[in-house]
């Protein structure tokens, strides 16, 4: 499973902006779980939102409600839709995805994720 994230930029706070993460390989996308990440500077990478195969989403604290996770299992790719952005939001975002068998895990993401993107900056100016 390959993953390319896109999408990222410079943005005025207040503002919105969407990622894309396109998948390839020979599974079936529609069987991964979704997920996005980000690290901001000097901070370890934290978990953002998730997506089924049921398309049952997840989100942080600190996002929800302002972003919002999707899938499209036919162009095998899962998207991030950010508003009200804030300078806070300042990271490189990462998506990642979980493959059959499913490894459940007692963390905010729920899945320990197999295959990460390469990532993409988001910055967010005041």
């Known amino acids: 499973v390959q993953l390319q994230a896109s999408g990222g930029g410079l943005v005025q706070a207040g503002n919105s902006l969407s990622l894309s993460c396109a998948a390839s390989?020979?599974?079936?996308?529609?069987?991964?779980?979704m997920g996005w990440f980000r690290q901001a500077p000097g901070k370890e990478r934290e978990f953002v939102a998730a997506?089924?195969?049921?398309?049952?989403?997840y989100y942080s604290d600190s996002v929800k409600d302002r972003f919002i996770i999707s899938r499209d299992d036919a162009k095998k790719t899962a998207y991030l839709q950010m508003s009200k952005l804030s300078p806070e939001d300042t990271a490189i975002y990462y998506c990642a995805a979980d493959v059959p068998p499913y490894i459940v895990v007692n963390t905010p993401a729920r899945w320990e994720f197999d295959y990460w993107g390469q990532g993409t900056q988001v910055t967010v100016s005041s």
């Open positions: 390989g020979r599974r079936s996308f529609s069987t991964y779980v």
């Open positions: 997506i089924d195969w049921t398309s049952k989403t």
